[in-house]
């Protein structure tokens, strides 16, 4: 599991690729990757980007990508561009993760506490 705070923009977007390099780095990659937003309070459009950019590289490896507890705010943009189509979003994380038939949720170890993206140890 993946978990924004804060900000999803230029400045920080790199923060999310250095998550999104270790998780393919491992050569295994997980069938469920779930994106908790409940704390990103910004998505500008090079967040979104990367947010493609991730999903059509966990589906190209056969991996599915769902967001929970998407901000009313970032919601709208997500609306605008599509994404919300493209990803499912569900309201909470254990619903993303209740609506999964197969798979296993996305293992990281440790967890940082600072805006950007925070990875979760969770194995499934």
Known sequence: MLRFRGELDFE????????????FAGGAVPGLVVV???????????G???????????????SRLRMSAVPASVARAFELTGLDRAIPVYDSTGAALADVT?????????????????REGRAG
């Open 36 to 46: 908790d937003c409940a704390g990103l309070e910004f998505c500008d459009s090079s």
């Open 12 to 23: 920080s977007v790199v923060q999310f690729q250095e998550a999104a390099a270790a998780l």
């Open 102 to 118: 197969q798979g296993n949720a996305c293992a990281y170890p440790g967890a940082g506490e600072e805006d950007g993206v925070v």
């Open 48 to 62: 979104i980007s990367e947010l493609v950019r991730f999903y059509l590289r966990l589906t190209d490896t056969g």
